[in-house]
C-alpha cells in the first residue's frame, strides 16, 4: 500500500481522518471533547456573511446508509484470527431493509473496540443524511476541515434571529433590527470577536436593538460583527466542515455534514441520539 493510504488506515485507530492542507497532510480526530463537554463551534454563519444569503441543503442517499455493519478484528482469544462482531438498528432494517456494510477494524484486537467502531460508522450514517454547502468571504478563509462551525438559517429558525452589529461594547451589543427575544428559557447571545474568536453570553435584558449581556465579552465584538441568538427551545446548528474550496475573488466554498453532541454517548455508551431544536 502506498504511505497515504497506511496513514489513512492509521488514522481510523482513533476515529481520525486525513486531508491535504496547507501543502502538509493534516490529521483531524472525531472524538469530541474529552471533558464530556458539548463542543463549541469556532466561527458561525448567518444569512448575513453567505453569499446570496442561502444555505444549500442536501441528503445523502438511502441506499448508501447501512443498517447492518459488520467488523471484522482480530481475536487474541482464538490465536489473533479474524473474527466478527456485527451492529444493527432494528428501526432502521424496518424502514429501509436490511443494506449490510463489511469493515475492517485495522490494528483492533479487542472485540468492545469493533462495536463502538460499528455503532460509530451506524450512528454517523444516520447524521450523514444531511449536508450544507454555502459561499461566503473571508469569513471562510479562517476554518479548516474537521472543525464545528455554527449555522443560524432565518429560513429553518422560521423567524430572524440574526444579523450584524451596529456597534458594541464588552458588556452590550446594538444589532441592526430591534430586538424580541424568541420562547424559551436561558436567551444567549454568540458573536465573532476581533481576533476572530467565537463567545457565546447569556442575555440579561433587551431594549429597542440594543441587548446587555450577564457576563462581559472577552473584548468587544466588532462592527458589522454577527451576532445570533438562542434559547433552550431554538438552537443554533451545528456542522463538521469536510471541505473548504478557495474560489475566484476572495470567496470560500464550505461544504460540512451536521454534527450532533450525543454521537459520542451513542457509540461508548449505547444511548440514543438526541436532536436540537433549531425552529421556533
Given at each position: 500500500?502506498?504511505a497515504?493510504s497506511v496513514?489513512?488506515?492509521?488514522?481510523?485507530?482513533?476515529r481520525?481522518?486525513?486531508?491535504?492542507y496547507s501543502?502538509?497532510?493534516?490529521?483531524?480526530a472525531?472524538?469530541g471533547?474529552?471533558?464530556?463537554?458539548?463542543?463549541?463551534?469556532?466561527?458561525?454563519?448567518?444569512?448575513?456573511?453567505?453569499v446570496?444569503?442561502?444555505?444549500n441543503?442536501?441528503?445523502?442517499s438511502?441506499?448508501?446508509r447501512?443498517?447492518?455493519?459488520?467488523?471484522?478484528?482480530?481475536d487474541p482469544?482464538?490465536f489473533?484470527?479474524r473474527n466478527l462482531?456485527?451492529i444493527?438498528d432494528?428501526?432502521?432494517?424496518?424502514?429501509?431493509?436490511?443494506?449490510t456494510?463489511d469493515l475492517?477494524?485495522?490494528g483492533?484486537t479487542?472485540?468492545?473496540q469493533?462495536?463502538?467502531?460499528?455503532?460509530?460508522?451506524?450512528?454517523?450514517?444516520?447524521?450523514?443524511?444531511?449536508?450544507?454547502?454555502?459561499?461566503?468571504?473571508?469569513?471562510?478563509?479562517?476554518?479548516k476541515?474537521?472543525e464545528?462551525i455554527a449555522i443560524?438559517d432565518?429560513?429553518?429558525?422560521?423567524?430572524?434571529?440574526?444579523?450584524?452589529i451596529?456597534?458594541?461594547t464588552?458588556?452590550?451589543?446594538i444589532?441592526d433590527?430591534?430586538i424580541?427575544l424568541?420562547?424559551?428559557?436561558n436567551?444567549?447571545?454568540?458573536?465573532i470577536?476581533?481576533?476572530?474568536?467565537?463567545?457565546?453570553?447569556?442575555i440579561?435584558?433587551?431594549?429597542?436593538k440594543t441587548?446587555?449581556?450577564g457576563t462581559?465579552?472577552t473584548s468587544a465584538?466588532?462592527?458589522?460583527?454577527?451576532?445570533?441568538?438562542t434559547?433552550?427551545?431554538?438552537?443554533?446548528?451545528?456542522?463538521?466542515i469536510l471541505e473548504v474550496?478557495e474560489d475566484?475573488g476572495?470567496?470560500?466554498?464550505?461544504?460540512?455534514?451536521?454534527f450532533?453532541?450525543?454521537?459520542?454517548?451513542?457509540?461508548?455508551e449505547g444511548e440514543?441520539?438526541?436532536?436540537?431544536?433549531?425552529?421556533?
Amino acid at each position: 500500500a502506498d504511505a497515504y493510504s497506511v496513514l489513512k488506515d492509521l488514522a481510523s485507530i482513533f476515529r481520525g481522518f486525513t486531508y491535504w492542507y496547507s501543502d502538509i497532510i493534516q490529521v483531524n480526530a472525531d472524538h469530541g471533547q474529552l471533558d464530556g463537554t458539548n463542543t463549541a463551534p469556532v466561527h458561525l454563519y448567518t444569512n448575513s456573511n453567505v453569499v446570496g444569503g442561502v444555505f444549500n441543503y442536501s441528503g445523502s442517499s438511502l441506499k448508501v446508509r447501512s443498517t447492518s455493519i459488520r467488523v471484522a478484528y482480530n481475536d487474541p482469544q482464538n490465536f489473533y484470527r479474524r473474527n466478527l462482531v456485527v451492529i444493527e438498528d432494528a428501526s432502521l432494517i424496518s424502514k429501509y431493509g436490511y443494506q449490510t456494510r463489511d469493515l475492517i477494524a485495522f490494528g483492533t484486537t479487542s472485540k468492545y473496540q469493533a462495536q463502538r467502531l460499528g455503532r460509530w460508522i451506524l450512528n454517523t450514517e444516520k447524521l450523514n443524511g444531511e449536508v450544507v454547502s454555502f459561499t461566503t468571504g473571508l469569513d471562510g478563509g479562517v476554518c479548516k476541515p474537521g472543525e464545528v462551525i455554527a449555522i443560524a438559517d432565518e429560513l429553518r429558525a422560521g423567524s430572524r434571529l440574526s444579523g450584524r452589529i451596529n456597534s458594541a461594547t464588552t458588556s452590550s451589543i446594538i444589532a441592526d433590527q430591534t430586538i424580541t427575544l424568541p420562547a424559551g428559557d436561558n436567551p444567549e447571545i454568540s458573536t465573532i470577536l476581533k481576533n476572530g474568536t467565537y463567545e457565546k453570553r447569556g442575555i440579561n435584558s433587551v431594549s429597542d436593538k440594543t441587548i446587555t449581556v450577564g457576563t462581559s465579552f472577552t473584548s468587544a465584538p466588532a462592527n458589522n460583527a454577527i451576532w445570533s441568538i438562542t434559547t433552550d427551545s431554538v438552537e443554533e446548528q451545528k456542522f463538521r466542515i469536510l471541505e473548504v474550496k478557495e474560489d475566484a475573488g476572495g470567496t470560500y466554498t464550505i461544504n460540512a455534514v451536521i454534527f450532533n453532541d450525543t454521537l459520542y454517548d451513542a457509540v461508548d455508551e449505547g444511548e440514543d441520539l438526541e436532536y436540537l431544536d433549531v425552529t421556533t
